[in-house]
C-alpha cells in the first residue's frame, strides 16, 4: 500500500527546537506506524540541526535527509524535499513549531476516512487541500487558540466545499503548516515556492483557488510560535519586498488560460487583490520591519501592485481603510503616513489631487526605533510610572485623564506620563503634566519600562507586553452598535478588522473598565479575555456628576452662550461605510425652524477629516457654531441644554446631567441591519424620538417632551455615575497610600 503521508521539514539554524519538533512526529506514534514518512531538508544550517536529523534518521526510517550543499531557503528547501516524497498527501511542517500530542495519528486516521469515502462514492471527488486547527504559542508561554475558527467550525468547509462557495476562509491565515495537500492535486497546479520572504503564498492563493474541495479538520493539530527571535514578523529587512515577487506568481496563475481547477469567479479575484493589499500595508506599517532606507522603495512597490493587478471595475472599499487604498495606489506615501499618525490628511483630499506633504516631526526612525525599543525593555521595570493616552495619542481626554486626575491625589508616588502624537498636541497639555511625543527616546523608554498603562483604546501591538505590567482598558463609550468579537457575522461593518490582532490587545488586558452593567454584559463577551472587569462606571463622567451650577456657568460662557439662550449640542456619530462626514440633516434649515432664541453646537466625530461644512446662518435663524475642533467634550457636556444626536455614545454620557435628549435617527433600519445594536433604541430611548427634520424641530421646541422616557434611561444606563468612578478605579489598580 502507498505512503498515505509525506511530512516535509526545512531545517535551518533551529537547533534548539528540532528535538521537540521531531520527538512531537515521530514519538507520537509506535515505530510500527508507517503509513508515513519524514523528508527533513538540511539547508546547509549553520549550526547542529544536520547533526541532530542524522542521528534521529539512524534510529528512525521514517525519516529521511536531505542535505543541501547551497542554502535555498524555507521555499527552495520544500522545493527539494518534493521529488522524494512518496505519499498521496503533503503536508509542510516548519521546524521551529511542533505538532499537538496524537496529532499524526489523527491526521492519519482523517486521510484514511477521507479515502474510504472517496471509495465508496465512487468518483474522483477526494479533498484536495486539509485545513486543520492550530494555537499560536507566544515567547512568554501564553497560547491562543485559532482565531479564525469561527470562520471555520461549522462551514460548509466541515463536509467539503469549494473556495467560492465558503470565500470567508480568505480571513484566515494564508501560511502553507496548516494545511494537508493532496500530493497529484498540488503537483498538477504547476505553481512553486517563491524565494525569499513570504515564500508560501505563491502556493496557498492557488492551491485554495483551484481546489475541488477542501475540508476543514475542527482539531488544534499545530503550535505555531509567534515573535521569536529571528521570525520574519519581528525582523528587520529589506527581504519584506519579497513578497511583491509572491504577488505577481499568484496574479500569473490567476491569468493563465491553462490554470488547473474551476473558473475563479471576478469576487474572488477581487478578494485576493485586497488580501495582498492588506498584506503589504500591513507589512508597511509595522514598526522595524521594512528598514528606513527602504520604506520609500517598498510603498512604490505597493503602488505597482495596484497598477499591475487591480481587477477591472475595482472599487475601494469605504471608510478610513479606502482613502488609505486610495493613497497607496498613488505612492502618496506622505500623506497616507500623516493619516496613519493623525487620521486627517495633510490638507483637504480632493478626487484627483494629490496630498500635500505635511512637515516631518522629528524620531527615531523605523529601524533604530525597534533595536532602541528592545534595548530599553533590558531595563528594569520602573515600578512607579504609568503611561496615560487617549484616543490614539490625540492628547490629554476622556477617562484616562480623569484616572490620572485621581492617581495623583492618591497614589502621587505613581508617576504619570502622556503619550501625544506630536508637538502641537504636546502644546496643547494642561500645564505641569508631563508628557513623551510617539517614537522619541522618551516614548520608547516609558513603553518599554513602565508599570503601569492606561489607554481608551489599544496601545501599539508592536510594543509587547512585559511580564509584570498592568494594562487598563477604559473603551470611551456604552455601546449600542454591535462592538468586537460580536462583528465578526457581520462582514459590512467588520470590513478590513483584523479579529486576531483584535483578540491579540485583549490579551494584553488586565482590567477593563465598564459605565454600567449593560456594558458588562456585552463588552464581556465582545471582548473576551482573562482581564477583570471592573464595574465602577466611567471615570470621565465624574466631571458630569460632580459638576456646579458655577462649572456649567462658565463653560456657557466659554463658548459665548447668552444666558437667555437654549444651547443644542447636535453630535451624530461616525458611519464606517461612508468614509467621513455626511449629513443626515440640514443645520441650516434647522436653524431656521429653532428661530433666535437657540444656538447649535455642531460637533462631528473625531474620525473625520473634514468639518460640516459651511455653517452661516440666515437672520432670524439660530446662531449655529462649529465646535468640532474642541479637544473636551465635557465641556460641551456642561454648556448645552440639550442633545441631539442618533447612535452616538454620547447619548449615555450626557444622561448623567438629567437634561433632554433628542434622537434623530432617520437611518435607523439601515443603520442596525449593517451595525447592529445590543437593544432597541426606538423602544428604549434616552427621551424623544425622530426621524426627520419637522419631527425634530418640534421636539426640540417643546423643551422637555420625554422626561419619564430619561428617566427609566437613566436607571438602566447611569446607576454607577456617583461621582466616585476614577477613585475605584485608582484603589483596585494602583498602590493607594492609606
Same mark, same amino acid.
Given at each position: 500500500?502507498?505512503?498515505?503521508?509525506? #511530512?516535509?521539514?526545512?531545517?535551518?539554524?533551529?537547533?534548539?527546537?528540532?528535538?521537540?519538533?521531531?520527538?512531537?512526529? %515521530?514519538?507520537?506514534?509506535?515505530?510500527?506506524?508507517?503509513?508515513?514518512?519524514?523528508?527533513?531538508?538540511?539547508?546547509?544550517?549553520?549550526?547542529?540541526?544536520?547533526?541532530?536529523?542524522? $542521528?534521529?534518521?539512524?534510529?528512525?526510517?521514517?525519516?529521511?535527509?536531505?542535505?543541501?550543499?547551497?542554502?535555498?531557503?524555507?521555499?527552495?528547501?520544500?522545493?527539494?524535499?518534493?521529488?522524494?516524497?512518496?505519499?498521496?498527501?503533503? !503536508?509542510?511542517?516548519?521546524?521551529?513549531? !511542533?505538532?499537538?500530542?496524537?496529532?499524526?495519528?489523527?491526521?492519519?486516521?482523517?486521510?484514511?476516512?477521507?479515502?474510504?469515502?472517496?471509495?465508496?462514492?465512487?468518483?474522483?471527488?477526494?479533498?484536495?487541500?486539509?485545513?486543520?486547527?492550530?494555537?499560536?504559542?507566544?515567547?512568554?508561554?501564553?497560547?491562543?487558540?485559532?482565531?479564525?475558527?469561527?470562520?471555520?467550525?461549522?462551514?460548509?468547509?466541515?463536509?467539503?466545499?469549494?473556495?467560492?462557495?465558503?470565500?470567508?476562509?480568505?480571513?484566515?491565515?494564508?501560511?502553507? !503548516?496548516?494545511?494537508?495537500?493532496?500530493?497529484?492535486?498540488?503537483?498538477?497546479?504547476?505553481?512553486?515556492?517563491?524565494?525569499?520572504?513570504?515564500?508560501?503564498?505563491?502556493?496557498?492563493?492557488?492551491?485554495?483557488?483551484?481546489?475541488?474541495?477542501?475540508?476543514?479538520?475542527?482539531?488544534?493539530?499545530?503550535?505555531?510560535?509567534?515573535?521569536?527571535?529571528?521570525?520574519?514578523?519581528?525582523?528587520?529587512?529589506?527581504?519584506?519586498?519579497?513578497?511583491?515577487? @509572491?504577488?505577481?506568481?499568484?496574479?500569473?496563475? %490567476?491569468?493563465?488560460?491553462?490554470?488547473?481547477?474551476?473558473?475563479?469567479?471576478?469576487?474572488?479575484?477581487?478578494?485576493?487583490?485586497?488580501?495582498?493589499?492588506?498584506?503589504?500595508?500591513?507589512?508597511?506599517?509595522?514598526?522595524?520591519?521594512?528598514?528606513?532606507?527602504?520604506?520609500?522603495?517598498?510603498?512604490?512597490?505597493?503602488?505597482?501592485?495596484?497598477?499591475?493587478?487591480?481587477?477591472?471595475?475595482?472599487?475601494?472599499?469605504?471608510?478610513?481603510?479606502?482613502? @488609505?487604498?486610495?493613497?497607496?495606489?498613488?505612492?502618496?506615501?506622505? $500623506?497616507?503616513?500623516?493619516?496613519?499618525?493623525?487620521?486627517?490628511?495633510?490638507?483637504?483630499?480632493?478626487?484627483?489631487?494629490?496630498?500635500?506633504?505635511?512637515?516631518?516631526?522629528?524620531?527615531?526612525?523605523?529601524?533604530?526605533?525597534?533595536?532602541?525599543?528592545?534595548?530599553?525593555?533590558?531595563?528594569?521595570?520602573?515600578?512607579?510610572?504609568?503611561?496615560?493616552?487617549?484616543?490614539?495619542?490625540?492628547?490629554?481626554?476622556?477617562?484616562?485623564?480623569? #484616572?490620572?486626575?485621581?492617581?495623583?491625589?492618591?497614589?502621587?508616588?505613581?508617576?504619570?506620563?502622556?503619550?501625544?502624537?506630536?508637538?502641537?498636541?504636546?502644546?496643547?497639555?494642561?500645564?505641569?503634566?508631563?508628557?513623551?511625543?510617539?517614537?522619541?527616546?522618551?516614548?520608547?523608554?516609558?513603553?518599554?519600562?513602565?508599570?503601569?498603562?492606561?489607554?481608551?483604546?489599544?496601545?501599539?501591538?508592536?510594543?509587547?507586553?512585559?511580564?509584570?505590567?498592568?494594562?487598563?482598558?477604559?473603551?470611551?463609550?456604552?455601546?449600542?452598535? $454591535?462592538?468586537?468579537?460580536?462583528?465578526?457575522?457581520?462582514?459590512?461593518?467588520?470590513?478590513?478588522?483584523?479579529?486576531?490582532?483584535? @483578540?491579540?490587545?485583549?490579551?494584553? !488586558?488586565?482590567?477593563?473598565?465598564?459605565?454600567?452593567?449593560?456594558?458588562?454584559?456585552?463588552?464581556?463577551?465582545?471582548?473576551?479575555?482573562?482581564?477583570?472587569?471592573?464595574?465602577?462606571?466611567?471615570?470621565?463622567?465624574?466631571?458630569?456628576?460632580?459638576?456646579?451650577?458655577?462649572?456649567?456657568?462658565?463653560?456657557?460662557?466659554?463658548?459665548?452662550?447668552?444666558?437667555?439662550?437654549?444651547?443644542?449640542?447636535?453630535?451624530?456619530?461616525?458611519?464606517?461605510? @461612508?468614509?467621513?462626514?455626511?449629513?443626515?440633516?440640514?443645520?441650516?434649515?434647522?436653524?431656521?425652524?429653532?428661530?433666535?432664541?437657540?444656538?447649535?453646537?455642531?460637533?462631528?466625530? &473625531?474620525?473625520?477629516?473634514?468639518?460640516?461644512?459651511?455653517?452661516?446662518?440666515?437672520?432670524?435663524?439660530?446662531? #449655529?457654531?462649529?465646535?468640532?475642533?474642541?479637544?473636551?467634550?465635557?465641556?460641551?457636556?456642561?454648556?448645552?441644554? $440639550?442633545?441631539?444626536?442618533?447612535?452616538?455614545?454620547?447619548?449615555?454620557? &450626557?444622561?448623567?446631567?438629567?437634561?433632554?435628549?433628542? #434622537?434623530?435617527?432617520?437611518?435607523?433600519?439601515?443603520?442596525?441591519?449593517?451595525?447592529?445594536?445590543?437593544?432597541?433604541?426606538?423602544?428604549?430611548?434616552?427621551?424623544?424620538?425622530?426621524?426627520?427634520?419637522?419631527?425634530?424641530?418640534?421636539?426640540?421646541?417643546?423643551?422637555?417632551?420625554?422626561?419619564?422616557?430619561?428617566?427609566?434611561?437613566?436607571?438602566?444606563?447611569?446607576?454607577?455615575?456617583?461621582?466616585?468612578?476614577?477613585?475605584?478605579?485608582?484603589?483596585?489598580?494602583?498602590?493607594?497610600?492609606?
Amino acid at each position: 500500500m502507498p505512503l498515505l503521508l509525506s #511530512i516535509v521539514l526545512p531545517v535551518h539554524g533551529v537547533e534548539r527546537f528540532l528535538p521537540r519538533c521531531l520527538d512531537s512526529i %515521530l514519538g507520537d506514534t509506535p515505530a510500527t506506524e508507517s503509513r508515513f514518512e519524514v523528508i527533513a531538508v538540511d539547508d546547509l544550517s549553520p549550526d547542529g540541526s544536520g547533526a541532530i536529523l542524522d $542521528a534521529y534518521a539512524a534510529r528512525d526510517p521514517r525519516l529521511r535527509v536531505l542535505h543541501l550543499t547551497e542554502n535555498q531557503g524555507l521555499g527552495g528547501a520544500r522545493t527539494a524535499a518534493l521529488p522524494q516524497v512518496r505519499g498521496e498527501y503533503v !503536508w509542510f511542517v516548519d521546524s521551529d513549531d !511542533w505538532l499537538p500530542e496524537r496529532t499524526v495519528g489523527a491526521i492519519l486516521d482523517e486521510l484514511e476516512r477521507e479515502r474510504e469515502q472517496e471509495r465508496e462514492r465512487g468518483h474522483g471527488t477526494p479533498a484536495d487541500v486539509l485545513l486543520t486547527g492550530f494555537t499560536h504559542v507566544y515567547p512568554d508561554g501564553e497560547t491562543e487558540p485559532n482565531p479564525w475558527r469561527h470562520v471555520l467550525a461549522d462551514s460548509p468547509l466541515v463536509e467539503g466545499c469549494t473556495l467560492a462557495e465558503h470565500p470567508a476562509l480568505f480571513q484566515t491565515v494564508m501560511s502553507v !503548516w496548516n494545511k494537508v495537500f493532496r500530493r497529484a492535486f498540488l503537483e498538477g497546479l504547476g505553481v512553486s515556492f517563491g524565494r525569499g520572504y513570504y515564500e508560501d503564498i505563491s502556493v496557498t492563493y492557488p492551491a485554495l483557488l483551484a481546489a475541488g474541495r477542501l475540508r476543514y479538520l475542527d482539531r488544534p493539530c499545530y503550535f505555531y510560535r509567534r515573535g521569536r527571535d529571528g521570525a520574519i514578523t519581528a525582523t528587520a529587512s529589506p527581504k519584506h519586498a519579497d513578497v511583491f515577487a @509572491q504577488y505577481d506568481a499568484i496574479f500569473a496563475f %490567476l491569468d493563465r488560460p491553462d490554470r488547473p481547477g474551476r473558473p475563479v469567479p471576478d469576487a474572488l479575484r477581487t478578494l485576493v487583490f485586497e488580501r495582498t493589499v492588506r498584506q503589504a500595508l500591513n507589512v508597511y506599517d509595522t514598526p522595524g520591519l521594512v528598514p528606513a532606507d527602504r520604506r520609500k522603495d517598498f510603498f512604490r512597490q505597493i503602488a505597482r501592485h495596484f497598477a499591475r493587478h487591480r481587477p477591472a471595475g475595482y472599487r475601494y472599499p469605504g471608510g478610513v481603510r479606502g482613502v @488609505q487604498y486610495r493613497l497607496a495606489a498613488r505612492g502618496a506615501r506622505i $500623506a497616507y503616513a500623516e493619516l496613519r499618525r493623525t487620521g486627517r490628511l495633510p490638507g483637504e483630499l480632493r478626487r484627483g489631487a494629490r496630498a500635500v506633504a505635511p512637515a516631518v516631526k522629528k524620531g527615531v526612525r523605523s529601524g533604530a526605533r525597534f533595536t532602541a525599543y528592545n534595548a530599553f525593555r533590558r531595563l528594569p521595570l520602573d515600578e512607579h510610572l504609568a503611561v496615560y493616552a487617549a484616543y490614539w495619542h490625540r492628547g490629554y481626554a476622556c477617562s484616562p485623564a480623569a #484616572i490620572y486626575e485621581k492617581a495623583r491625589e492618591l497614589a502621587p508616588q505613581i508617576q504619570g506620563v502622556w503619550v501625544v502624537e506630536n508637538r502641537k498636541q504636546a502644546a496643547a497639555m494642561p500645564p505641569g503634566v508631563p508628557y513623551v511625543i510617539v517614537n522619541t527616546p522618551a516614548y520608547l523608554k516609558a513603553m518599554a519600562t513602565a508599570k503601569y498603562f492606561v489607554n481608551n483604546v489599544n496601545f501599539p501591538r508592536t510594543m509587547a507586553k512585559r511580564a509584570g505590567t498592568v494594562h487598563v482598558q477604559t473603551q470611551h463609550g456604552t455601546p449600542l452598535k $454591535a462592538m468586537g468579537m460580536d462583528l465578526r457575522e457581520r462582514p459590512e461593518a467588520a470590513e478590513g478588522m483584523d479579529f486576531a490582532r483584535l @483578540q491579540e490587545a485583549v490579551d494584553r !488586558w488586565d482590567f477593563l473598565v465598564s459605565s454600567n452593567p449593560h456594558t458588562s454584559e456585552h463588552f464581556a463577551r465582545a471582548f473576551p479575555g482573562r482581564y477583570e472587569m471592573l464595574d465602577t462606571g466611567y471615570p470621565r463622567n465624574d466631571r458630569l456628576a460632580n459638576a456646579t451650577p458655577d462649572e456649567v456657568g462658565a463653560m456657557r460662557e466659554r463658548f459665548g452662550l447668552r444666558p437667555d439662550t437654549t444651547a443644542v449640542l447636535y453630535a451624530p456619530t461616525h458611519r464606517g461605510d @461612508q468614509g467621513g462626514y455626511v449629513p443626515l440633516l440640514d443645520v441650516r434649515e434647522l436653524a431656521r425652524r429653532l428661530g433666535p432664541d437657540f444656538t447649535l453646537l455642531v460637533r462631528t466625530h &473625531y474620525f473625520h477629516t473634514g468639518g460640516p461644512g459651511d455653517l452661516a446662518a440666515d437672520e432670524g435663524s439660530a446662531a #449655529i457654531v462649529d465646535v468640532s475642533a474642541h479637544p473636551t467634550v465635557e465641556d460641551l457636556y456642561l454648556a448645552a441644554d $440639550a442633545l441631539v444626536t442618533d447612535y452616538s455614545s454620547m447619548m449615555f454620557d &450626557y444622561a448623567v446631567l438629567d437634561r433632554p435628549v433628542v #434622537i434623530f435617527a432617520p437611518d435607523w433600519e439601515e443603520y442596525q441591519r449593517v451595525r447592529g445594536v445590543y437593544f432597541d433604541l426606538f423602544a428604549q430611548p434616552p427621551g424623544a424620538v425622530t426621524v426627520d427634520a419637522d419631527g425634530l424641530a418640534k421636539a426640540l421646541l417643546a423643551g422637555d417632551p420625554e422626561p419619564a422616557a430619561r428617566a427609566g434611561f437613566r436607571a438602566r444606563f447611569c446607576p454607577w455615575d456617583d461621582g466616585g468612578a476614577a477613585e475605584r478605579v485608582v484603589r483596585r489598580v494602583f498602590p493607594v497610600e492609606s
